[in-house]
């Protein structure tokens, strides 16, 4: 059985916004290069975690359901993530640009999560007013980023994949 620990999905990933959110704060205080290069590792496999079962599970639940521009929006502003997250992790804190890429990561991380959590239109809100199980989605995705953390444990996740946007204009 699934724990309980989260009302519902939208808690869930309140939650990882909030850990993220963390993380990123103790990289701005951290100065050893080791202990930086930790923090990231953290937040990058955190955020893959995150947008994996967002990706998987919870977006899919509530496409035609929600805006599909705020649906579109999030995907789009995940494979920016991505890119950065992937550079990050290839990279090392001696590299140049290293923390103007935590930087810059942070900061969309915190656009992303302001377009989520936005009252009353964000897509959070939408997804409340629909008639989507939240605590049903919430127990998919434990179990799922439960998964993703065990094989981030025994093997690595692989590269976030960014997910092919066709930008052809109709």
């Given at each position: ?24 704060e103790k990289f701005e205080t951290a100065s050893a290069a080791a202990r930086k290069r930790d923090i990231a590792r953290q937040i990058c496999l955190e955020l893959k975690v995150h947008t994996m079962i967002e990706e998987e599970i ?113």
């Amino acid at each position: 059985m699934v724990q309980e620990q989260f009302t519902d999905a939208i808690a869930l990933l309140k939650a990882d916004h909030r850990k993220v959110e963390d993380l990123f704060e103790k990289f701005e205080t951290a100065s050893a290069a080791a202990r930086k290069r930790d923090i990231a590792r953290q937040i990058c496999l955190e955020l893959k975690v995150h947008t994996m079962i967002e990706e998987e599970i919870f977006y899919p639940a509530f496409r035609g359901k929600i805006e599909d521009d705020t649906l579109d929006e999030a995907y789009v502003e995940h494979d920016g993530a991505k890119v950065l997250v992937n550079d990050i992790e290839a990279g090392s804190p001696e590299d140049d640009f290293y923390d103007a890429k935590v930087k810059v990561l942070s900061e969309e991380i915190k656009h992303h999560v302001h377009e989520e959590e936005m009252r009353g239109e964000g897509m959070f809100a939408q997804c409340r007013k629909t008639d989507a199980d939240l605590v049903a989605l919430r127990d998919a995705m434990i179990a799922r980023k439960q998964e993703l953390m065990t094989q981030a444990k025994s093997a690595g996740l692989p590269p976030a994949e960014p997910r092919v946007v066709n930008l052809a204009i109709a």
